[in-house]
């Protein structure tokens, strides 16, 4: 591709696009609800962890189209609120790609390099808590640092690193194209000429789901293929674990491994109980007792407003959407899906419409109760007596929440493990 050709299609970037990947979060306009998924199966139906994690993360991904709503990681919210986020190490690894960038734009490339150089080193290390983007900006910026500042190797090597787990980044056409351009394009060439070689990933406990360079690939064991030699990004994630994310070199000549404990997140146990209690009475007008004080549960260790179900029903491709409120657990909307020859997640895109018009009429208050806090907890809401005591508080009054789903394309399949039945489900990158 010649220089000025390359000069316009880098230009039409105002910004680097972010993936919808493996979690990473981000900022898209202030949300007017948060909310979490429960997927529960209704009498008789057999509901595998394979395919209970690809239907959760098939209405998450539907959800999350509506930039009103903050669908919740669940196992991130725990770790955000047991403290155990690294928020000065990423706040620190975040300082230092801003600085560099700032530098090296007002022509200090040289002091820039070991700016760039440090937050490549530490955005890597906490890359299951910050965007990926961040660390292939890092990684970009350090190679034009290097360009700029004569060091054309040393630029060549990072572009071509870069490009190997990121192919489709560009370069910033507005920092010394001339200089940088060029050598950017023989990295291009390098990158395309790479031999490749894969990954095998397995955890403990199985069942996990993996993502190589924010794209999911499958569950846990699982082997990819076809990655370009240099180093890769597999994130790992699991309901009722912490997330984790690992580099592996990935060489041509012999398979690369990848064996991974994953750590239980604080208060998994908890928001698993209290995720059970959801099937007793699930789809009632006003949930239960029992289904309240799951609902209770999930609202005093996330923090949510609203629980959305989805109820598996017999039959192929059959299901029940069903929204809740977390304080006195009235049902705010209701949907059935029939998925048909459509993808999982576009079935439930197009019934979450129709979901959230329900809630957007719905006219419920409930008395709220006040939420501790962050910080140690004692026991689950569901074993104090004066909760039993006080569910079933549900009054009509006027609350609506408007929400607009909004509808894209672009699927690509995953694998499933040996054995278990993950859906006809497809997922967008």
Known sequence: MKLAAIVAIAALVAAPTARADDGDAQVAGKPEV???VV???AEGVKLGAARKATVAVSMERALRRDRRLAVLDQDDRLAARSKAIPEDAVGEARALLTTGEAMLRRGQAKPAILKLQGATTQLATVLAWTQKQDLARAQLYLGTAQAIAGDSKAAVATFVGLLAWRPEQLPDPDLEPTVVLPLWEKAQGQAKKLPQGSIEIA????????YVDGRMVGFTPTTVDGLAEGTHYVTLRRAGSVRRVEPVKVSAKAPASLAAVLEPSTGAADLAQGAELLEDGVG??????QAQAGLAT???LLGVEQVVIVDVQPGEGQYRLYAYAVDGGARLG?????VGDRELEEAFATAAVELYRQVAAAKVVVKPKKRKPAGPRGPSIVTRWWFWAGVGTVVAA???????????DGPAPITCPTGQSCGTVVFRF
Do not use: R
Request: hydrophobic letters at 55%; a negative charge; aromatic letters at 0%.
């Open 284 to 289: 009632d007008p006003i949930a239960k007792a």
């Open 203 to 210: 955890t403990s406990p199985a069942g996990a789901l993996a």
């Open 298 to 300: 999930m609202g005093d």
């Open 34 to 36: 948060e909310l979490a």
């Open 334 to 338: 209701a949907t059935d899906v029939k």
């Open 39 to 41: 997927v529960t199966a």
């Open 398 to 408: 006027g609350i609506a929440v408007p929400v607009v789903m909004k509808i894209t």
